[in-house]
């Protein structure tokens, strides 16, 4: 097993939906590692649903015009969503409750509030280093 295998060393939620609920599972391969390294630093959010594309029917333009038109990503990208993928990852004792993702995977992050949640994520985390 190589020395920088990325599960060792991270959490990784669920990816192929917009439910929190759903997304707010590990991966098969992030979950093998947790027994052997409960504690790990890292923490990915997948928040992109899974789409297929049908080559006989549509070319790339129509299809990813299609994904835009029927998924809202202001939605699926909103700080308020995004917000509740954190809390039910706390909930479900994902991560800690003290934990907060290190990378959001987003598609279309233009669309939504994304950046909100990662400011208030990094006041938060300022404001527990200048208390300690």
Known sequence: KYQWYQYDWMVETQYG???PEEIAVQ???SLSSAAARPRRPLFTINNFPDFV??????N???WLQSLRDWNDFNFINSSTNIQKIIDTCHAKGIVPANKFPNCILTDWSNQGSVINVVNAINRQQQQQVLAV
Not at 53 to 58: D, L, M
């Open 53 to 58: 594309f049908n080559t006989k029917s549509q």
């Open 17 to 19: 939906t917009i439910v």
């Open 60 to 62: 790339m333009g129509q």
């Open 27 to 29: 991966r098969s391969a």
